[in-house]
């Protein structure tokens, strides 16, 4: 009896020390399981480290800009996405801070996952028996997106993992700056700049309140909010987006209702390129893009006159304008076709194509006398017949005209005159100031084309042929024209500027009315200075010229080469670029200083005669060899002793040693001298039996 009442009274003793085993069991087991998950956790954090080369595996859109950050064009990228990453400091705050509250309020207090949130989460959905709330973080789905996983526990497991080593490799802005460029905006839109472009027409760092607030709300259900597509459920859901921000002291209540009273207003957003021939070149020297050079109302306005002044050319005429900005010497517009979309010549870029410029080149043929001072603008120069190896050439209106000015000459664009200055300097010193000014000419211009080079039998391109005007209105500065605004300029003196002032001023609008702008009286503001050129053929018709702020070049012609009696210079070419040079956007009202009469210290001869024109003296023409073995040797040499450069079938024979080892065949000896004289004999090699 009296040990059951002991017992009894022992038994609470008991059971506590017994609960007391347990707890310190469960303690243990807790403890140890907490160790062994810290070990595999350790492990799994060590063997499988954050991949950071994920991060980089979107790839951009190639996007090109104007000079002022409007879109010129837009390509998708690699993966078929619109994707435009921009740092975060590129990102209206707005936009940042809208994000946040209705993605991941707690994003600043959080180590990668949100404990309260997943409790929540966990929460809400027993209590609707459906997942209602997924409690990712920002970190957790710039990791979902990152491998493109489908939405399992597993997959969630994964996430809240690399969220968390995610949040240990590197910063919140960070963090935010990379959703903001990844997150899902509708259709294949990636990123926010993409998104505030195409919805908005303007950068991410311009977004309003309420533009921010609408594009935040996108990522939930892309294709459900579209303001394009759905305007009232985009509208629905960025007032859900406002709420979470007045929620969280992010806006006012006066900032709430403004943003939520604005109307969705979409920018007309161009789908087609703008300035498209000078996008795509963009595009072909930075494929990635870039903000380049071109100022859109520059080149609307010169599209513009190009659209009036193509009705009154014949049809299926084809026109290119190039305008160069030459402080920076920057292109701020380029017309390569009259249009782009036309499926047969759209794509052909008339600014870039290799053409014969005519006259345009003899303002450097004087400039190359001006410099040795040979001659100067009062200079007297022979216009009448001559002939040069066979050649004899004639002016364009097939007259003489005695002994004239030079000034009469060049703005006459006489050809007789320019030919007798480029034979007087040499022909190649004048290749050599051509170049510098920004022609790249032909290899070997000189040799090939001789004397004819004045006259224009060499091909360029009206970039390189308005760079070169440029260079006249710089005053001798020489500079790569440039198309992306970070490009670094430098300038080499190509001329001097005296040299400059008096080609300018002997070409001048002072001197002689524009065609097209016979209205301006002499005198007036608006002055320019300018030079046409015609192509043998009259395939080409170019007008040249600049300000003092822009340099112009036009071209008028016909792709496929077919010559029209309409394309001159002066006539089909020269109204044109007037109109440009004297459009509100581009004119300049300031007068350039008077220009020097340049001193000359050996003048050339008045009429350029040679006392003996150059010729081949053997082999004679029509001769032929006999080839007893692999070769025939053939002697050459001419009746002059001055330096001379010689061809055979057009190829430059390197080493002048007076005689060829050549096999059989028939052959064509060209000479040529550095005045520009050439003379050419035809000789065959025949086998013995």
Request: hydrophobic share 40%; aromatic share 6%; net charge positive.
């Amino acid at each position: 009896m009296m040990g059951s009442v002991l017992e009894d009274v022992d038994n609470p003793k008991r059971r506590l020390g017994r609960l007391k085993r347990v707890l310190r069991r469960v303690a243990l087991g807790i403890s140890a399981a907490g160790v062994l998950c810290a070990v595999v956790f350790w492990l799994l954090w060590t063997t499988f480290p954050f991949p950071q080369e994920k991060l980089q595996r979107w790839p951009s859109s190639p996007v090109v800009l104007d000079a002022r950050g409007r879109t010129m064009l837009r390509v998708v990228g690699a993966d078929e996405q619109w994707r435009q990453p921009v740092p975060i400091s590129e990102i209206s705050p707005w936009l940042a801070r809208a994000t946040i509250a209705v993605e991941d309020s707690r994003f600043y207090r959080h180590r990668g996952v949100d404990v309260a949130a997943v409790v929540r989460a966990i929460g809400q959905n027993l209590l609707s028996r459906q997942v209602v709330s997924g409690a990712s973080t920002l970190t957790m789905q710039i990791c979902r997106m990152m491998d493109d996983r489908p939405r399992t526990l597993r997959a969630k497991a994964v996430e809240s993992f690399r969220a968390l080593q995610l949040e240990r490799l590197t910063t919140k802005d960070r963090i935010l700056e990379l959703y903001l460029n990844v997150a899902p905006y509708g259709g294949n839109i990636r990123g926010v700049e993409a998104a505030a472009r195409i919805y908005f027409g303007k950068g991410a760092n311009d977004l309003c309140l309420a533009e921010a607030a609408l594009i935040a709300g996108l990522p939930q259900s892309p294709s459900r909010y579209r303001p394009d597509r759905h305007p009232t459920s985009a509208k629905q859901r960025q007032a859900v987006v406002l709420k979470r921000m007045l929620a969280e002291d992010m806006i006012s209540r006066a900032q709430f209702d403004a943003a939520l009273a604005e109307p969705i207003l979409r920018a007309n957003v161009h789908t087609v390129p703008r300035a498209t021939h000078a996008a795509w070149l963009a595009l072909r020297l930075r494929p990635g893009g870039g903000r380049t050079t071109i100022d859109l109302d520059i080149q609307s306005e010169v599209e513009r006159l190009v659209r009036d002044h193509v009705g009154q050319l014949p049809a299926d005429s084809q026109v290119a304008v190039v305008v160069i900005d030459i402080t920076a010497s920057a292109v701020r517009a380029m017309v390569g076709s009259v249009d782009p979309a036309d499926p047969m010549h759209g794509q052909v870029n008339g600014a870039l194509a290799p053409r014969s410029p005519g006259s345009a080149l003899k303002p450097f043929i004087y400039a190359a006398a001006f410099e040795l001072r040979r001659l100067n603008a009062q200079s007297r120069i022979d216009d009448s017949a001559i002939s040069r190896a066979g050649w004899s050439p004639e002016n364009f209106d097939r007259q003489f005209r005695g002994a004239i000015t030079v000034a009469q000459a060049l703005q006459m664009s006489l050809n007789i005159p320019a030919i007798r200055t480029a034979e007087g300097v040499g022909l190649a010193r004048c290749c050599a100031v051509i170049h510098a000014c920004g022609v790249h000419l032909p290899r070997d211009a000189a040799g090939r084309g001789g004397l004819a080079v004045a006259v224009g039998a060499v091909e360029t391109n009206l970039l390189d042929l308005t760079n070169a005007y440029a260079t006249l209105g710089r005053g001798g500065i020489f500079k790569e024209p440039s198309l992306f605004v970070d490009a670094d300029i430098r300038g080499v003196r190509a001329l001097s500027e005296d040299t400059c002032r008096c080609i300018n001023d002997i070409l001048s609008c002072r001197r002689r009315p524009a065609a097209g702008r016979e209205d301006i009286p002499e005198g007036q503001p608006a002055w320019f200075m300018w030079k046409t050129g015609t192509s043998s053929g009259r395939r080409d018709a170019w007008a040249v010229g600049h300000n003092y702020r822009y340099a112009v070049g036009v071209w008028v012609g016909r792709f496929r080469g077919t010559g029209r009696v309409e394309y001159v210079g002066g006539k089909s070419a020269e109204p044109l670029l007037a109109r440009i040079l004297t459009c509100g956007l581009l004119s300049n009202s300031i007068e350039p200083p008077e220009a020097p009469l340049l001193p000359v210290r050996q003048p050339l001869a008045l009429s350029g005669q040679t006392a003996e024109e150059l010729r081949i003296t053997a082999p004679e023409d029509g001769s032929e060899f006999a080839c007893l073995g692999q070769a025939a040797t053939v002697a050459y040499s001419a009746n002059r002793q001055a330096t001379l450069t010689w061809f055979l079938n057009d190829r430059l024979i390197e080493s002048n040693t007076g005689r060829l080892a050549v096999s059989t065949g028939r052959y064509t000896l060209r000479c040529v001298s550095d005045e520009g004289h050439s003379a050419s004999v035809s000789f065959a090699v025949v086998s013995i039996p």
